[in-house]
């Protein structure tokens, strides 16, 4: 079991250093100007600025964000982005996930519903981020509750949570509804009712197939969150750090990778926490895993 | 037989199934039956007699489409709410996320039975099954035999004065099979409920029962009723001759006044 884990740990730390390789072997190996057929370019450039050295990456993340004064370190910047974001993100995943699952046990209850819902429910997802972003922010500062003001931060999350409600929805509805029919004639033998059914026999059911939706949910959160940064215009975050970076490619271009790293430590940390809480509702996942 | 002392009457029940396309299944004509409180009853005929259907109605998992069925001189649907019924199908049907405690504890957590009274319940229950030892298992670490001993334990688990069984051993080896068939005689003597027993299986439902009932198909209908009266039902029992007498009475009435030679499908002579 430990030398299980460990080489697990070991297999996942060469996989990383193995992307590092290529990356290095590839800039060695491939001219200047990329591979070209014709005049369409379809092996990326090697110059420093487009791929700088994965070690110029890295040093580049100990020196200051700026020749300014006082200017923090990039790592911590980028941290301290990483984090705003993140949070933003993890406040987007459990709008996300209550709404979805709110969905998903409204269609479950009333067939009428699924066939109303569920078809604005996938459509919702071929809506473009960018096209929605303005319009989030334009109903929230519509919102005028007495002393609440609407906040950019939260259109980002709105956003998040926009992308992140449809996988959970779609697969706890196929979760609320696997059990059995012997099940659910057990249940009704039994007199138990709707709720009693719900929490008893659906809710446990639906476990082996709500952990990849929260997964896919959770990705989906940081992504939202991220570009919404960037539609929305929420400095602070992530998102932005990318753009202005990308701003100074020419001059400083391992200060660009900086912020991307960011974005992977979100999804990682992310990821993370989702496992973990699959860990707690580990019993509920024995037997079989669907799809 | 007074109306009181009979577990399930049935009189004159028809259920018809209409088809998605509009078409209609005349899935049971004309059944009547009673049974007695503690008496054994088999179901058996072939595939699409309506067996099945037919506990499904007195369980209330579908409704009559005509005709009365009383479960203790009470509606079906009231005898269901009174939970007057334990039901276990052919497929053991235990939630793989509790343990076999809780899977028997089940419908005394639903029903609201305090922690102590249904601990102390499937206490009795895992120890009248055999499975003391797996009380904290899960369903995955069982074996066939042992789900199947779990599901009927769940449906003795509020002591009901009537069981209703849809081919619970249908899934079993013939080995399991005649050993969980001297466990269940074991446990209805000890309980004294009144059973119907569906099955495929000639000599099942010859050890098992006082009556068998057989059905044939298109529409669903009783045929025969066979009384059986043998005066213990143990291993010796099955080499008996009075034994063979009704699995060749069993097996003439299945057959009616059909070729004898090719006999009903989907019922296993073995």
Same mark, same amino acid.
């Given at each position: 079991m430990r030398t299980a884990r460990a080489q697990a740990t070991l297999w996942s730390v060469v996989g990383v250093l193995g992307v590092a390789a290529l990356w290095e072997l590839y800039k060695a190996i491939a001219p200047d100007d990329g591979v070209t057929v014709g005049t369409v370019t379809v092996l990326p450039r090697t110059t420093d600025i487009a791929m700088p050295h994965i070690w110029d990456m890295v040093t580049r993340l100990f020196e200051p964000?700026?020749?300014? %004064?006082? /200017?923090?370190? +990039?790592?911590? *910047? =980028? !941290?301290? %982005?990483? /984090?705003?974001? +993140?949070?933003? *993100? =993890? !406040?987007?995943?459990?709008?996300?996930v209550v709404s979805g699952m709110l969905l998903a046990l409204l269609m479950q209850r009333w067939i009428t519903a699924e066939s109303a819902v569920l078809p604005w429910v996938v459509l919702s997802q071929t809506v473009p981020l960018i096209a929605i972003?303005?319009?989030?922010?334009?109903?929230?500062?519509?919102?005028?509750?007495?002393?609440?003001?609407?906040e950019n931060w939260m259109s980002v999350a709105v956003i998040a949570s926009y992308l992140a409600f449809f996988p959970v929805a779609v697969s706890a509805l196929r979760g609320l509804k696997s059990p059995p029919q012997a099940d659910t004639d057990l249940f009704h033998a039994y007199a138990a009712g709707w709720w009693t059914t719900l929490v008893r026999l659906r809710l446990p059911a639906s476990v082996p197939y709500l952990m990849p939706a929260l997964k896919l949910a959770a990705a989906n959160a940081v992504v939202g969150t991220v570009v919404a940064e960037v539609s929305i215009g929420l400095g602070g975050g992530i998102g932005r750090m990318i753009i202005e970076f990308a701003a100074t490619a020419s001059g400083d271009p391992a200060k660009t990778w900086a912020p991307i790293l960011g974005a992977v430590l979100i999804g990682l940390l992310s990821a993370g926490l989702v496992a973990l809480l699959g860990r707690g509702l580990g019993r509920f996942r024995r037997g079989e895993v669907p799809a | 037989m007074s109306a009181t002392r009979a577990a399930v009457t049935i009189s004159g029940v028809d259920k018809v199934f209409r088809t998605r396309k509009?078409?209609?299944?005349?899935?049971?004509?004309?059944?009547?039956?009673?049974?007695?409180?503690?008496?054994?009853?088999?179901?058996?005929?072939?595939?699409?007699?309506?067996?099945?259907?037919?506990?499904?109605?007195?369980?209330?998992?579908?409704?009559?489409?005509?005709?009365?069925?009383?479960?203790?001189?009470?509606?079906?649907?009231?005898?269901?709410?009174?939970?007057?019924?334990?039901?276990?199908?052919q497929q053991a049907?235990?939630?793989?996320?509790?343990?076999?405690?809780?899977?028997?504890?089940?419908?005394?957590?639903?029903?609201?039975?305090?922690?102590?009274?249904?601990?102390?319940?499937?206490?009795?229950?895992?120890?009248?099954?055999?499975?003391?030892?797996?009380?904290?298992?899960?369903?995955?670490?069982?074996?066939?035999?042992?789900?199947?001993?779990?599901?009927?334990?769940?449906?003795?688990?509020?002591?009901?004065?009537?069981?209703?069984?849809?081919?619970?051993?249908?899934?079993?080896?013939?080995?399991?099979?005649?050993?969980?068939?001297?466990e269940l005689v074991a446990l209805c003597q000890e309980t004294g409920a009144a059973v119907i027993f569906v099955t495929h299986s000639i000599p099942e439902a010859?050890?098992?029962?006082?009556?068998?009932?057989?059905?044939?198909?298109?529409?669903?209908?009783?045929?025969?009723?066979?009384?059986?009266?043998?005066?213990?039902?143990?291993?010796?029992?099955?080499e008996d001759a009075a034994f063979y007498e009704g699995v060749t009475a069993v097996r003439s009435a299945l057959h009616g006044g059909a070729d004898a030679s090719s006999g009903p499908r989907g019922v296993e002579n073995r």
């Open positions: 964000v700026t020749r300014a %004064a006082g /200017a923090d370190v +990039l790592w911590w *910047a =980028v !941290l301290q %982005a990483a /984090a705003f974001s +993140l949070g933003i *993100a =993890v !406040l987007g995943w459990v709008l996300g972003a303005p319009l989030v922010k334009r109903w929230g500062t519509a919102i005028h509750l007495g002393p609440f003001q609407w | 509009g078409g209609e299944v005349h899935a049971l004509s004309d059944v009547s039956l009673e049974v007695a409180a503690g008496e054994f009853v088999s179901l058996i005929g072939p595939s699409g007699c309506g067996k099945s259907t037919l506990m499904r109605l007195v369980a209330d998992l579908d409704p009559v489409t005509s005709g009365t069925i009383e479960v203790f001189g009470k509606s079906v649907e009231q005898a269901r709410k009174d939970q007057d019924y334990g039901i276990a199908f049907g235990l939630l793989p996320w509790r343990t076999v405690r809780a899977n028997i504890e089940l419908p005394l957590e639903i029903h609201g039975v305090e922690a102590r009274a249904r601990r102390e319940r499937s206490d009795e229950l895992l120890a009248l099954i055999g499975l003391e030892d797996f009380a904290d298992h899960h369903p995955d670490q069982l074996s066939g035999g042992m789900k199947q001993r779990v599901a009927i334990a769940r449906s003795m688990a509020e002591r009901p004065r009537l069981l209703l069984m849809d081919e619970p051993f249908g899934a079993l080896d013939e080995m399991t099979r005649e050993h969980m068939q001297n010859v050890f098992l029962s006082d009556r068998v009932v057989v059905m044939s198909p298109r529409p669903g209908r009783i045929t025969d009723v066979i009384d059986l009266s043998f005066s213990s039902r143990d291993e010796e029992l099955r």
